[in-house]
């Protein structure tokens, strides 16, 4: 078996690879969404098994952030497995950046456990819905609304070039994904907290969060404006379609130390990028 690094060139191997694993309509199975994640060096890379007749049998992604490399996408076929093949995949991904992951699976996390990786506080998603709402249930808060960010609109990093994604830049800096199926605005960075909240109602928004991991101590200020932890909220993680009570509930992880300080990203690893979720 043949273990090396994807192109753009093996996308109809990849394409048979995936439609084999993944649901129907998995973002992968779109060659510009594998394009966006994994076309350019400087933001990800992929890496595939392929057996003597030439055919994917394993692939192993890897989003770059934070001088990491973010293990996503892992598969294995069954004559894949017990070989070798995933640790000569994970090296590939070495040679770019010291390899980290967030994981939210029990077969995730039991593959990073018996690779004696570092297992970190889970991420934390905190959720605010819009004060003027009276009566707060799943169903009046997640509904389609038609909000007009038009003139917000934004592309200004990769994260938000990801095809189907509606980026939006509000006046005070912060940027968010905008999903108005759902009335909801997804936090990506937040400049002032105060603005942010206060031109999203404006907007139309039903609800807001933002996801980080556990050292953030921004989540303080969240705390002391009202907003609280997923579970604590209406608002479920998964929303395409709507999963009532499926809160946020991800492992982050790494293979050696990180320093106290590092704080996970949403535009890290897979945890926060598909914008259907």
Known sequence: MTTREASIEDWDKLLVF????????????NKAFWNWQYG???????????????????????NFGGNLAWIINVYLDEECRGKGILGKLY?????????????????????YQNMRWIRYHDLVRFVKINPNIS??????????????????????????EQPSLDGIKLPDGSTAISQP???????????????????SWELGYNWMD?????????????????WVIDHQSVVPWRLNPIEKDYFCDITFLSETHLDNNFIVHRSFSDHGRIGSL
């Open 18 to 29: 995936f439609k084999k694993i993944y649901r129907e309509n998995h973002p992968l199975c």
């Open 40 to 62: 350019n060096e400087q933001f990800g890379r992929s890496f595939i098994c392929l057996n003597e007749r030439d055919i994917v049998v394993g692939h192993v992604g890897a």
């Open 91 to 111: 090296d590939l991904a070495r040679n770019y950046y010291p390899l980290a992951a967030t994981a939210a699976n029990k077969a995730g996390l039991g593959l």
């Open 135 to 160: 009566n707060g249930t799943l169903e009046n808060v997640c509904v389609a609304k038609s909000i007009n960010v038009a003139n917000l609109s934004y592309k200004g990093t990769h994260y938000f």
């Open 181 to 199: 199926n759902v009335a909801g605005l997804r936090v990506v960075d937040i400049e002032d907290i105060n603005q942010l909240e206060e031109k």
């Open 210 to 226: 933002y996801i980080t991991s556990w050292n953030d101590l921004k989540t303080r200020q969240l705390e002391s404006r009202g």
